[in-house]
């Protein structure tokens, strides 16, 4: 548990009014603070009240000016804003290490799309992404952005877990676990917008699966009914190399420039992995205002390939990091990521000075909130943003010792150092366990759902 300070000794005289604000957090080690200098602050607090951030400074001018309710002692801590994830799907933690090693037709159409099948629906969906939210709180990711089936769970879920998450309802040509009829699937999707829980925490969003599954009529009104309600359009983009060739093919176009030719690039478009793009497709999804999502562990696991990240960064387009679902990924850690997409870049490009710590872990923070069209609220420590915060213990062996907290953060952190998490102020991790309510049920629940999987009829063994 987090020790509260000590009573404050009264303020000096100096003529600056003393306010008094919901909680203090004092006294950590380094504040990473993640804005577009990327400042760091040695022995640094933060002043929260009403879920914002009030004050950002050194711990002295921070208690000088002001008296929490609740004051922390967070002495061998850093503080920084809780993590971003891009791109996953929530639900698929309970595919977990089904089906590795395996060719990716072979993954999806041998196991995992039976597996959904005998498997996917509102209880399943639940627990599933209720098993994620657990994860990712322990790996310090507050933010998560998803597409999956029957998300209305999804969303329930980020709520009972405390999390903030943009929610994508999945749109398909083909027959889903919730639409069997994909005529229908604009019905779907109203149908999801309509009774999508009302909360600051959480947005919907749409998710068509990519354009090799969705024609052109069903990209283009999900795109027009995403405008039409001010939300984030979801699509996988250039993930693999048959992708591209089924496209050219197909449209005589190339993926991204397909989607724009359809009037589909804009800021409000999120594409994930880009592994493919060539420099004609990255300049104009610059041009565009669209953001990518970029998940190296997954691209490395299905050996999708590797993305141009330099090129992506060079030529302006917004990159956040994602995990993808851990049934391609396995886990649901950030900080792994930020270490791979590095040194991926570098070992790939034989550029050591390319895809620096900074550029990384400002695409797990301010650059991933920007390409889920959040940054105006999180991913940075700046006064007036939402009190979305995490602390990690640098009293280990492997984080000493300490030159460049940024560098440490992306080279030598694990997910398994954050001790406390905060989302809008409100505690949701302490001392590595989460704070929901429903935490200590959801092992159980997963084991009850996984007991009706006919895991040998899918080629692997039993649990």
């Known amino acids: ?31 990473v603070i993640c804005d577009h200098e990327m400042r760091c602050i040695h022995d640094g607090a933060v002043a929260i009240d009403r879920g914002l951030l009030v004050s950002v400074d050194r711990t002295a001018a921070v208690r000088h000016r002001f008296r929490g309710r609740r004051e922390t002692d967070l002495r061998g801590h850093l503080l ?87 929610l994508g309802q999945g749109i398909l040509d083909f027959p889903s676990p919730d639409q069997p009829d994909p005529s229908k699937a604009r019905d779907r999707a109203l149908q999801f917008l309509d009774v999508f829980p009302t909360s600051d925490r959480i947005r919907p969003s749409l998710f068509c699966h990519a354009p090799y599954t969705c024609g052109q009529d069903t990209l283009q009104w999900t795109k027009a009914l995403c405008r039409e309600r001010g939300i984030l359009f979801q699509i996988h983009l250039s993930e693999t190399a048959s992708e591209v060739d089924t496209l050219l093919e197909r449209t005589g176009l190339r993926p991204a420039l397909y989607l724009d030719s359809l009037g589909l690039l804009d800021s409000g478009t999120l594409c994930a992995h880009g592994v493919w793009l060539d420099q004609e497709e990255m300049t104009r999804m610059a041009a565009r205002g669209t953001r990518l999502a970029h998940n190296p562990e997954s691209n490395m696991k299905l050996a999708s390939g590797i993305a141009p990240l330099p090129d992506l960064l060079a030529c302006g387009v917004c990159v956040g990091l994602g995990t993808d679902s851990c049934a ?19 070992v790939f490009r034989r550029d050591p000075t390319v895809a620096s710590a900074r550029e990384v872990l400002a695409m797990a923070t301010r650059e991933g909130a920007r390409a889920i069209g959040w940054e105006e609220a999180i991913g940075s420590l700046e006064v007036g943003k939402l009190a979305d915060l995490i602390a990690l213990d640098l009293r280990q062996p492997h984080l000493t010792p300490l030159y460049d907290p940024i560098s440490t953060l992306v080279y030598c952190a694990k997910g398994s150092d954050v001790r406390y998490a905060w989302v809008a102020g409100q505690m949701v991790l302490d001392n590595r366990q989460v704070v929901s309510a429903h935490a200590e049920a959801i092992p159980v629940q997963i084991r009850r759902i996984l007991a009706g999987l006919p895991l040998r009829a899918l080629g692997t063994q039993e649990l």
């Open 80 to 166: 920084m804003p809780g993590l971003v994830n891009t791109h996953t799907h929530a639900a698929m933690s309970v595919f977990r290490g089904l089906a590795d090693d395996l060719p990716l037709d072979r993954w999806l159409y041998d196991v995992i799309f039976p597996a959904e099948a005998a498997l996917v629906g509102p209880e399943m969906v639940y627990w599933g992404t209720m098993l994620s939210c657990a994860e990712m709180l322990r790996n310090g990711i507050t933010t998560f952005c998803d597409g999956y089936f029957f998300e209305e769970e999804a969303a329930q879920a980020a709520l009972d877990a405390g999390m903030r998450a943009i």
């Open 328 to 346: 391609s990924n396995n886990d649901l850690d950030l900080f792994t990521e930020m270490d791979r997409a590095a040194k991926m870049s570098k």
């Open 1 to 31: 548990m987090l020790a509260p300070l000590p009573a404050p000794s009264a303020p000096e005289k100096s003529g600056v009014p003393v306010q008094t604000v919901d909680q203090l957090l004092c006294g950590a080690e380094w504040l």
